[in-house]
């Protein structure tokens, strides 16, 4: 399973019942659906948007439900990150829309 190292100190309540971070949910999420032994989510410290590439994107990464983890991980690590809109998000995401 990939591991990140990304905490969520200030919005405490997104955390679910095992003490596990948005961005660490995503994290698992992820993992079903990829061999890579890294951390998919790692720091997101770019001005611009995260969108996924059409390499990047599978399954379990083009849902709501992942873009939704990935924006509050996003926010967790600062207010003045862009997010990318789920058009952005799931642009490269034609196979499984």
């Known amino acids: 399973m990939n591991a990140t190292s990304i905490s969520c100190s200030t919005y405490t309540w997104s955390s679910n019942s095992l003490g596990q ?20 989510f790692s720091e997101l410290t770019s001005a ?3 969108t996924l590439s059409a390499e990047d994107q599978n399954p379990c990464l083009c849902t709501t439900v992942v873009y939704n ?16 809109t789920w058009d952005q998000w799931s642009e490269n995401c034609t196979s499984y829309k």
Not at 21 to 40: D, F, K, Q, R
Not at 69 to 84: A, E
């Open 69 to 84: 983890l990935v924006s509050l991980c996003r926010l967790c690590q600062s207010k003045d990150l862009l997010y990318p």
């Open 48 to 50: 611009s948007g995260y």
């Open 21 to 40: 971070s948005p961005c660490e949910i995503a994290e698992n999420l992820n993992s079903v659906c990829t061999t890579s032994n890294g951390s998919y």
